[in-house]
T-cell receptor
Framework: GENVEQHPSTLSVQEGDSAVIKCTYS??????FPWYKQELGKRPQLIID?????GEKKDQRIAVTLNKTAKHFSLHITETQPEDSAVYFC??????????????FGKGTHLIIQP | DAMVIQNPRYQVTQFGKPVTLSCSQT?????MYWYQQKSSQAPKLLFH???????NEADTPDNFQSRRPNTSFCFLDIRSPGLGDAAMYLC???????????FGPGTRLLVL
């Protein structure tokens, strides 16, 4: 089955700086890669996602890059703000005509924004 | 508003006493998922349904069962909860040929 590795486990950055979180996956059949933000006691919230036919996607301060050959994808957050502090999970799944298989998550990155 | 609803939000059960968690959705999505998230860990897929087609993960314990009587509802049954089953249980849904999974608020299970 799929295995997703995520690094680092904890990331502390100064407010206004950029943060980068990296993930690798093992199953070349995976074709969908979402990133979730989870605050304590709350449900995971999708912040950005990318399909395997796209190399990069951006949404305001958040961007994701995908390297299919190397089987890795990264989350980039620019101009970090205190409200960006949370746990971030990367995930991978296979999407077909019938729908999406379940997500395999990385272990998570605790992002801390220092004021 | 269309959404994924989980009841109850908090569930306390006794060691070995069967418990059922429920999930309902108004999105008319064909795929429903159950994830287990233990404290400070990532969500882990237990099983999912494509319509009525049940897909069990290889490492999901037999103690966990699921039912999906119709499109809108899905249940997670824990036959004999152990202390190690204390966790947040998250239900999610997605639609035909769609990748986005919509998570419910979760049910936090405590086993005494």
């Amino acid at each position: 089955g799929e295995n997703v590795e995520q690094h680092p486990s904890t990331l502390s950055v100064q407010e206004g700086d950029s943060a980068v979180i990296k993930c690798t996956y093992s199953d070349s059949a995976s074709n969908y890669f979402p990133w979730y933000k989870q605050e304590l006691g709350k449900r995971p919230q999708l912040i950005i996602d990318i399909r395997s036919n796209v190399g990069e996607k951006k949404d305001q301060r958040i961007a994701v890059t995908l390297n299919k050959t190397a089987k890795h994808f990264s989350l980039h957050i620019t101009e970090t703000q205190p409200e960006d502090s949370a746990v971030y999970f990367c995930a991978a799944s296979i999407v077909s005509g019938g729908g999406a298989d379940g997500l395999t998550f990385g272990k998570g990155t605790h992002l801390i924004i220092q004021p | 508003d269309a959404m994924v609803i989980q009841n109850p939000r908090y569930q306390v059960t006794q060691f070995g006493k069967p418990v059922t968690l429920s999930c309902s959705q108004t999105l008319n999505h064909n795929v429903m998922y159950w994830y287990q998230q233990k404290s400070s860990q990532a969500p882990k897929l237990l099983f999912h349904y494509y319509d009525k087609d049940f897909n069990n993960e290889a490492d999901t314990p037999d103690n966990f069962q699921s039912r999906r009587p119709n499109t809108s509802f899905c249940f997670l049954d824990i036959r004999s909860p152990g202390l190690g089953d204390a966790a947040m249980y998250l239900c999610a849904t997605s639609g035909y040929s769609q990748e986005t999974q919509y998570f419910g608020p979760g049910t936090r299970l405590l086993v005494l």
